[in-house]
């Protein structure tokens, strides 16, 4: 019904920079908050960022400073500017959104989805 997809990521030197993005697309009849979680290797996986359909934003204490969370509502889309610091920003790193999501018939149902994850990789 409703599906998310990241791009952006790959390998980057620690000290660069790297934009994430992911764009919904489905029966989407609202998009409620939107954010990055990452899982490193052998770790749960962990809230980055959050930004609400208003623009409020909150942030893991470990990327504050550093990170930069941002959405366009026209076009369902949540964006992760990442200013890497070290290589322990590795991991894959997942949107997510919650979703009111028509179903027909007048319906809707609300709905937590989830992007398949973009591998970042940052080098020493």
């Known amino acids: 019904q409703v599906q998310l997809a990241e791009s952006g990521g790959g390998l980057v030197q620690a000290g660069g920079s790297l934009r994430l993005s992911c764009a919904a697309s489905?029966?989407?009849?609202?998009?409620?908050?939107m954010g990055w979680y990452r899982q490193a290797p052998g770790q749960q996986r962990k809230l980055v960022a959050i930004?609400?359909?208003?623009?409020?934003?909150n942030y893991a204490d470990s990327v504050k400073g550093r990170f930069t969370i941002s959405r366009d509502n026209a076009k369902n889309i949540v964006y992760l500017q990442m200013n890497t610091r070290k290589p322990d920003d590795t991991a894959v790193y997942y949107c997510?959104?919650?979703?009111?999501?028509?179903?027909?018939?007048?319906?809707?149902?609300?709905?937590?989805?989830w992007g398949q994850g973009t591998l970042v990789t940052v080098s020493s």
């Open positions: 997510n959104a919650t979703v009111r999501a028509y179903v027909g018939a007048g319906t809707y149902q609300d709905l937590e989805v």
């Open positions: 930004i609400s359909s208003g623009g409020s934003t």
């Open positions: 489905g029966n989407i009849f609202r998009i409620n908050d």
